[in-house]
DNA sequence: AAATAAACGGAATGAATATCTCCACATAAC
DNA sequence: GTTATGTGGAGATATTCATTCCGTTTATTT
C-alpha cells in the first residue's frame, strides 16, 4: 500500500531479524538435503523436520514450495548450464565433452532433486526454465565440434546426449545410496558405444562385487514401490 | 463351508454366466490397454471406464488391483523369462544375446505396465515374482556364452545387463507415443559399446527429425510431471 | 411368463497424503 | 518493558484411490 513498503520489496528490505536469518539458512541446508535425496517429492513437512523448524516457519521464508524449490536449484542448473561453456573452451574437443558428461552427471547422479528440475518439468519455475534452455544448444556445440574433430560417430545427435544423460542420472540416483559411482560405468560403455572407432573398450571401474550388484538391482525396486 | 462349496473352488465352478463371461473378459482386455499405457498406477475406475462396465464388476471378478495386476501380467514375464531360454539354443551367441535383449525391450517398451511388474516391483505377486527369479539366470547364462565365445567385452557382467534393460525401457515408456522404436537406437549404441572391438559403428535407424527428437524430450518431461 | 439366483453400476466410504493457513505464544530489538 | 517480528504445529482443505454396499437389472430355469 504505502510507499514505504513498496520500497521495502524493490530495494532494501529491512533485513531479518537474527533468529529468522539464522532459520532461513537452516531451512535452505535442510531442503537441500532432503530434496538431494528424496527428491522433489520431499514434503515440506519433512524438510521442516529436518531443519529443525515447524512447517509455519517455511512459509513464513517462501512463499510456497515451488518458490523454494526455485530459490534452491536456481545456481545448479545454471551451473549446469556454465559448465557446458567451460567445456566448449577445452582444447581437446573429445576431453571437453566428456568433460561436461561427466560435471553434469556428478551433480545429477547425487541430487535427486536437481535431476527432477533439469530432466523432468515438475516445478517448472521461469527462472529455472530460463538456464534449462541453454543446456541443450550448449550441449549441441560440444557434440558438433567432437564430431568435426573426428571423436564422435557422425550418426548420432545433440539429443541422444540429453537422452544418455537422462538414462544415466535416473540410474544414479536409483543406485547412489548403494554404489553412488555406479553410473560412471555406464556412461563408459554408452561412449564406448559413440565414438567412431575403437579398437580395445576404454578401462570400466572394477564391478562391485555381487552382493552389491544384487542390492543395487533391489534398490532399484524398492525406491520404485515407495511411489505408493 | 459345504463341501460342494469347497469343489466348486477347487474343481469346477459353475461356469459364469454368460453376461458376465462377456464382461470378465473385456476387463481382462481394457486392463491391457490401460496398465500397457498408463503403468500399475492406472486406477481401477479408468479400467472399469475403458471396459464400459462399474468398478463394482471388476471387483467381483478380480478380488484386488493386484489379483488383476497377477491374472494379466503372469504370462508377460514368464514369456521374457522362455524367451531366454530360446536364446540359449540359437547356434550364434551373440546373435542369441541380442535377439533377447530385442524380444524382451520390445515388449517392455511398448507395455508400461510390464516394464513396471518386470522392473520394479511394487505389486509383486508370488507367481510373478517366481517368474521373475528366472530371468537374471537365464539371462547369465546368455551373457557367459557370448563372452566364452569372444563377442561381448570380459570386462561386463550380467548385472550390467539387467541395468541396460531398465534403463532402455524406462526411456522406452517415456517416449513410446511419440517415438516407439526409438529404443533401438539406444540399445545398439550400448551393445556397441560392450562388444569386445569394433572398427565401424553398427548402423543405427535414421534419428526421427527434430521436431520429433524435440518431443521426445519434452515427452519424457511431461510424463514425469503427472505424477503430481 | 414368473421366479430366482447372479450380476450390475456407480455413489458413498474411508484411509492416505499433501499443501498451506491460523493463532496463541515466544523472543529479538530498541 | 514494549512492540514488531517470528515461531510451532494442529488442523482446515483438497485430492486421490481402493474398496464396499445396495437398489436395480438381467440371464436362466421351470
Same mark, same amino acid.
Request: charged share 30%.
Given at each position: 500500500?504505502?510507499t514505504?513498503h513498496?520500497?521495502?520489496l524493490d530495494h532494501?528490505?529491512?533485513?531479518?531479524?537474527?533468529?529468522a536469518?539464522?532459520n532461513r539458512?537452516?531451512?535452505l541446508? #535442510? @531442503?537441500?538435503r532432503?530434496?538431494a535425496?528424496?527428491?522433489?517429492? #520431499?514434503t515440506l513437512d519433512?524438510? @521442516?523436520?529436518?531443519?529443525g523448524?515447524?512447517?509455519?516457519?517455511?512459509?513464513?521464508?517462501?512463499?510456497d514450495?515451488?518458490t523454494?524449490?526455485?530459490?534452491l536449484?536456481d545456481?545448479?542448473v545454471?551451473?549446469?548450464?556454465?559448465?557446458? =561453456?567451460?567445456?566448449?573452451?577445452?582444447?581437446?574437443?573429445?576431453?571437453?565433452?566428456?568433460?561436461?558428461?561427466?560435471?553434469a552427471l556428478?551433480?545429477?547422479?547425487?541430487?535427486r532433486g536437481?535431476?527432477?528440475?533439469?530432466?523432468?518439468?515438475?516445478?517448472a519455475?521461469?527462472r529455472?526454465?530460463? #538456464?534449462?534452455?541453454r543446456i541443450?544448444?550448449a550441449l549441441?556445440?560440444?557434440?558438433?565440434?567432437?564430431?568435426?574433430?573426428g571423436?564422435?560417430?557422425?550418426d548420432?545427435?545433440?539429443?541422444?546426449? @540429453?537422452?544418455?544423460?537422462m538414462?544415466?542420472s535416473?540410474?544414479?540416483n536409483?543406485?547412489?545410496?548403494?554404489a553412488?559411482?555406479?553410473?560412471?560405468?555406464?556412461?563408459?560403455?554408452?561412449?564406448?558405444?559413440?565414438?567412431? @572407432?575403437?579398437?580395445?573398450p576404454s578401462?570400466?571401474?572394477?564391478?562391485p562385487d555381487?552382493?552389491?550388484?544384487?542390492?543395487?538391482l533391489? =534398490?532399484?525396486?524398492?525406491?520404485?514401490?515407495?511411489a505408493?
Open positions: 500500500m504505502s514505504q513498496i520500497n521495502q532494501c528490505p529491512r533485513p531479518l531479524r537474527a533468529d536469518e539464522r539458512t537452516k531451512i541446508d #535442510a @531442503a537441500a532432503v530434496f535425496e528424496r527428491g522433489l517429492d #520431499a519433512e524438510v @521442516a523436520a529436518a531443519a523448524v515447524g512447517v509455519g516457519t517455511v512459509y513464513r521464508r517462501f512463499a514450495k515451488e523454494l524449490i526455485g530459490a536449484f545456481n545448479g545454471d551451473e549446469i548450464a556454465e559448465l557446458a =561453456s567451460r567445456a566448449h573452451e577445452m582444447s581437446n574437443s573429445w576431453e571437453g565433452l566428456v568433460w561436461f558428461l561427466e560435471q556428478e551433480r545429477q547422479c547425487a541430487n536437481l535431476r527432477e528440475v533439469v530432466a523432468e518439468s515438475s516445478y519455475e521461469v529455472l526454465d530460463d #538456464a534449462k534452455r541443450v544448444p549441441g556445440r560440444l557434440v558438433e565440434r567432437a564430431q568435426c574433430d571423436y564422435v560417430r557422425d548420432v545427435v545433440t539429443t541422444d546426449f @540429453a537422452i544418455f544423460e538414462m544415466i535416473s540410474l544414479g536409483k543406485t547412489s545410496s548403494v553412488p559411482e555406479l553410473w560412471r560405468r555406464y556412461l563408459r560403455i554408452i561412449l564406448d558405444g559413440i565414438v567412431v @572407432a575403437r579398437q580395445r578401462v570400466l571401474d572394477t564391478v555381487d552382493a552389491i550388484m544384487g542390492e543395487v533391489r =534398490s532399484a525396486h524398492r525406491l520404485a514401490r515407495r505408493h
